[in-house]
């Protein structure tokens, strides 16, 4: 019997073509994005903004009917150690709370962070008729008699960072500085509370 010759290779049809060479595109720009999102990284070397609180006091501290009025002021410290990157603030609150309810709430100024650069921001916090739960309320009674108190002091900015002369867009800085321990008399002393920073 003849031996049958060979078939032809029949070539790829030009959709599958075109497919492995959007791939291929695909697969460059990625290598390529990623390249350059490296060297961003290796030559900016971020670092993380660091917030800490310094000094903290409470006065005018008054429950009645389970209402609380009082003043609250914190010293914070914050920190933008980054040798190539500075922040914009241009949206800064602050709040105080006990067991997840706010008992006071203030907005700062905005303002512009240089690079390798410490900001000391006060904060005057009012709590102006707070109603209070019943058990909130014996709470804070027991804590103002024992002469200190456990707040959560929190911090919401919108911030932008710039690099150079791009403004990078805005992005959400949140800070939670807990426990921070405030004591009733003023003539104490603290240390400095480090707080957990996301953004």
């Not at 291929?24 to 350059?36: D, H, Q, T």
């Not at 920190?79 to 706010?102: C, F, M, R, W």
């Not at 919401?156 to 791009?166: E, N, Q, S, T, Y």
């Amino acid at each position: 019997m003849a031996p049958t010759a060979a078939q032809p290779q029949r070539p790829a049809p030009a959709s599958s073509r075109l497919f492995r060479l959007i791939a291929i595109v695909i697969l460059a720009l990625i290598v390529i994005v990623g390249l350059a999102v490296l060297i961003t990284w290796l030559v900016l070397k971020p670092k993380q903004l660091a917030y800490s609180i310094e000094n903290r006091s409470i006065h005018n501290f008054n429950i009645q009917n389970d209402h609380l009025n009082a003043t609250f002021d914190f010293l914070l410290r914050a920190k933008n150690p980054n040798h190539k990157i500075s922040v914009y603030y241009d949206l800064l609150e602050v709040s105080v709370a006990v067991d997840g309810q706010t008992l006071a709430f203030n907005t700062l100024e905005p303002f512009h962070q240089p690079r390798r650069n410490v900001t000391h921001l006060e904060a005057h916090l009012e709590a102006r008729d707070v109603a209070l739960s019943r058990s909130m309320s014996k709470n804070l009674r027991v804590s103002k008699a024992s002469g200190d108190v456990d707040l959560d002091v929190r911090v919401r900015a919108r911030i932008r960072l710039k690099v150079g002369i791009w403004k990078l867009k805005h992005r959400t800085l949140k800070v939670l500085c807990s426990p921070v321990l405030v004591h009733f008399s003023s003539w104490k002393t603290y240390d400095t509370t480090d707080c957990d920073i996301d953004y």
